[in-house]
């Protein structure tokens, strides 16, 4: 029973000094934020084609391939989504839709005039992307710890302090914009049938808006 009881005074002893060192250990609570913006170098299209019949569908179907193609999208780039057929139409009875994805090295411009068609039915963005994001994003997230300590920095040495070891690091995503709306295309992509501007528009990466990315690091750091 002694040794038990020893055992007890020891255990609610050390958890006493735990909570006093706790209680005595000054720190100071800073954000960090970072922001960045990134140019996108791949767009992912959604294109619907229609058509009377199965075999003007599948015309249909070629010609689409074959405009992409000579536009520099590559085959394994075009990914077959969904196909209907609706029985109480009087015309396009036939549809079917794609996904494909658009590199710097497509020219979007022909893209847009060579699928300037009446078998197409729509043609929209579905994502705008980098192919190095996932870096990105890790720069920024490292640049907003380094706001955070800077902060910590100067405002202890406001004070005559220093900054001593990190004892918390929080990661808040604030703003995240992947899927950018074109400038150029805005207010066009809804349409049945795309029809060509009055005044010529630049469909290309150059007109694109940047993706943006912004974090914040919610830091705790102990004061010296």
Same mark, same amino acid.
């Given at each position: 029973m002694k040794l038990k009881h020893f055992l007890l005074i020891g255990i609610l002893t050390l958890g006493s000094f735990v909570n006093a060192q706790e209680v005595k250990k000054n720190a100071i609570e800073v954000t960090g934020v970072a922001e960045m913006e990134v140019e996108p170098d791949e767009i992912i299209f959604s294109i619907g084609i229609k058509a009377d019949n199965k075999n003007d569908l599948a015309d249909n179907e070629k010609k689409l391939f074959e405009i992409l193609k000579n536009a520099g999208v590559k085959n394994e780039d075009i990914k077959f989504k969904s196909m209907y057929q609706n029985i109480y139409s009087k015309t396009a009875k036939f549809t079917k839709s794609y996904q494909f994805?658009?590199? %710097?090295?497509?020219?979007?411009?022909?893209? #847009?005039? @060579?699928?300037?068609?009446?078998?197409?039915?729509?043609?929209? =963005?579905?994502?705008?992307?980098? %192919?190095? =994001?996932? @870096? #990105? +994003?890790? &720069?920024? $997230?490292?640049?907003?710890?380094?706001?955070?300590?800077? $902060? &910590?920095?100067?405002?202890?040495?406001?004070?005559? $302090?220093? %900054?001593?070891?990190?004892?918390? =690091?929080?990661?808040?995503? /604030?703003?995240?914009?992947?899927?950018?709306?074109? &400038?150029?295309?805005?207010? +066009?992509?809804?349409?049945?049938?795309?029809?060509?501007?009055?005044?010529?528009? /630049?469909?290309? #990466?150059?007109?694109?808006?940047?993706?943006?990315?912004?974090?914040?690091?919610? %830091?705790k750091y102990e004061i010296l």
């Open positions: 994805k658009a590199s %710097t090295k497509s020219s979007l411009s022909k893209i #847009f005039e @060579d699928l300037n068609q009446k078998w197409v039915s729509s043609l929209n =963005i579905a994502e705008v992307k980098s %192919t190095k =994001i996932a @870096d #990105f +994003r890790k &720069a920024v $997230k490292i640049n907003a710890l380094k706001a955070a300590k800077e $902060k &910590a920095d100067y405002l202890l040495e406001s004070m005559g $302090k220093k %900054t001593g070891n990190a004892l918390e =690091i929080v990661e808040i995503e /604030d703003y995240t914009s992947d899927m950018i709306m074109p &400038a150029a295309y805005k207010g +066009r992509m809804n349409s049945v049938q795309m029809e060509m501007a009055d005044a010529p528009v /630049d469909y290309s #990466f150059d007109n694109i808006e940047n993706i943006k990315l912004k974090y914040s690091i919610k %830091t």
